[in-house]
């Protein structure tokens, strides 16, 4: 029983081009996170949120966008891809309270041509 | 601000010996701290944390990690080396500070020579 999960777990697509990666976790977690890995395998943090608050990471260019329809849920929305977009794309949440560790999806493969 | 600083990008040990990975973290007030594992096309997999109980932490597969506040450390061990432990190794701090964010480090990608 998968406790994060993303799809689709590979994502080939050409530029210019509008996708969505749903993420939906079955913890009953209060927040949830979005983290982009590079070809570096640096992990950088793109949004997190909880039902009250969405934090940006400042860097993130605003055609990424973060929706959730309810707790258990926060897809990613990116608008006219381009090519630096390519990379894995991870969902994860934790529970309330800093001492929690978050839990990790599987990650989506994105490849922008 | 918090930050991570893990040492050594690649480490290659022996099968048997053993495996030492540094973390160096940055936080004006005590943080917690992880280690997770990544496995070649995989998530991120929580090895053990630190919340500021023991401060000699041990997770799973042989894994532990000790807390030093004075050195600002969070270093990884393993007694002896499995070829299965081939992976890349992700040190991450959270604190009040952050809310509910992990930070990650750069990682530290381990190599087991048989």
């Known amino acids: 029983d998968t406790a994060v999960s993303q799809t689709p777990k590979y994502l080939v697509t050409q530029m210019g081009n509008d996708k969505s990666i749903k993420c939906e976790q079955n913890?009953?977690?209060?927040?949830m996170y979005w983290y982009k890995q590079d070809s570096k395998k640096f992990l950088k943090i793109m949004f997190s949120?909880?039902?009250?608050?969405?934090?940006i990471n400042e860097t993130v260019p605003n055609r990424f966008s973060p929706k959730s329809p309810d707790k258990a849920h926060l897809n990613l929305h990116i608008n006219s891809l381009e090519l630096g977009d390519s990379a894995v794309y991870f969902c994860?949440?934790?529970?309330?309270?800093?001492?929690?560790?978050?839990?990790f999806g599987q990650g989506t493969r994105l490849t922008v041509v | 601000a918090q930050s991570v600083t893990q040492l050594g990008s690649h480490v290659s040990v022996s099968e048997g010996a053993l495996v030492l990975l540094r973390c160096n973290y940055s936080s004006s007030v005590p943080p917690y701290l992880f280690w997770y594992v990544q496995y070649p096309n995989q998530g991120l997999q929580l090895l053990l944390k630190y919340t500021s109980a023991a401060t000699l932490v041990k997770g799973i597969n042989g894994f532990e990690a000790d807390f030093k506040k004075s050195e600002t450390s969070f270093h990884l061990t393993k007694p002896s080396a499995h070829m299965s432990d081939a992976a890349e190794y992700f040190c991450?701090?959270?604190?009040?500070?952050?809310?509910?964010?992990?930070?990650f480090g750069t990682g530290t990608s381990l190599t087991v020579i048989p």
């Open positions: 994860a949440s934790s529970p309330r309270g800093q001492t929690g560790e978050a839990f």
């Open positions: 991450a701090v959270s604190d009040k500070n952050t809310g509910n964010q992990f930070y």
């Open positions: 913890l009953g977690h209060d927040t």
């Open positions: 949120y909880n039902n009250k608050e969405l934090i």
